[in-house]
């Protein structure tokens, strides 16, 4: 699986005669297998961040490598990106989306219906692949993008709030499956979050980064170990230390945030 460095990296955006300063410098070393989750204030750049690493922006300052290959602006290979919206198309089938990146890479229709089968039995949803978007729970929904995203045999996965809009319990559920996906496969993950308790039962590190221009101010690793059940995970006392210490930094971070405003 691929290690994945993040050297020195700094965005400027210019717009309408402005310019935003979102990331100052940020340095992350995610090792191959690992799961890490970025937190922090809203528009500190966790999303830049993660644009940067899959390739769809340029970094102002540092450069990212995967593997030791640095991958200056291309998106490196074997990449799975789950956004934060509904990328999940209307007019398709569960089916036929699930299998769009395959048919974009010329995959016989025949291996298509095979991976399509064996995707759909991963993410259980068997038995709803003739079955449109809006017949599906948002729970579900978020489980076809995931399902998309990894239809590639992706060995990077990238995920963008990837349970923003869900209910605790949907979320739960689909952190226990995502946990099971990720130990049976074993991707490099990177997700942003606004989700602390999500951060901490998912994730290997949680890395929390300041008000803009960002940096790292906390790498925490989640003592944790698997298989992690998600459902008495939280009342662990491992589970409530780990959460004091990053709300400690966290906390700290949205409260300075609003002082300036
Ligand atoms: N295309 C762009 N042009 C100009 N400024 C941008 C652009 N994209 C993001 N920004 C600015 O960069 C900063 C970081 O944005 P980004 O979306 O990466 O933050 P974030 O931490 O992911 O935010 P949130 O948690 O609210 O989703 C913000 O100030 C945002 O307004």
């Known amino acids: 699986m691929p290690e994945i460095a993040v050297d020195g990296v700094g965005k400027v955006y210019h717009s309408a005669g402005r310019q935003v300063t979102a990331l100052g410098r940020v340095d992350l070393t995610i090792a191959d297998g690992e799961f890490v989750s970025l937190v922090g204030p809203s528009g500190c750049g966790k999303s830049t961040l993660l644009n940067i690493i899959a390739g769809f922006l340029e970094p102002s300052a540092g450069g990212i490598r995967v593997d030791g290959r640095p991958v200056a602006g291309q998106i490196p290979p074997q990449l799975g990106y ?3 919206k509904d990328t999940v198309l209307p007019w398709y089938s569960v089916r036929r989306n699930i299998g769009l990146g395959l048919r974009f890479r010329g995959w016989p ?37 995931l399902l998309m995203s990894l239809a590639c045999d992706p060995r990077i996965l990238l995920l963008d709030e990837p349970f923003g809009a869900l209910d605790t319990h949907t979320k739960t559920v689909l952190h226990q499956e995502l946990i099971r996906i990720w130990r049976s496969l074993g991707q490099t993950i990177v997700m942003v979050t606004h989700d602390l308790d999500e951060a901490i039962t998912l994730s290997d590190r949680v890395v929390v980064l300041s008000g803009p221009p960002s940096r790292v101010l906390l790498d925490e690793r989640i003592g944790i170990a698997h298989p992690r059940d998600v459902f008495s995970l939280r009342e662990s006392d491992a589970f409530a230390q780990a959460y004091a210490r990053i709300w400690h930094v966290l906390g700290q971070q949205f409260a300075s945030v609003e002082a300036t405003g």
């Open 109 to 145: 229709r025949r291996k298509i219906d095979d991976r399509v089968d064996e995707l759909l039995k991963l993410g259980k949803l068997e038995g709803f692949g003739e079955a449109f978007p809006h017949q599906l729970s948002g729970g579900m929904r978020r489980r076809v993008a």
């Open 82 to 84: 789950i956004f934060q």
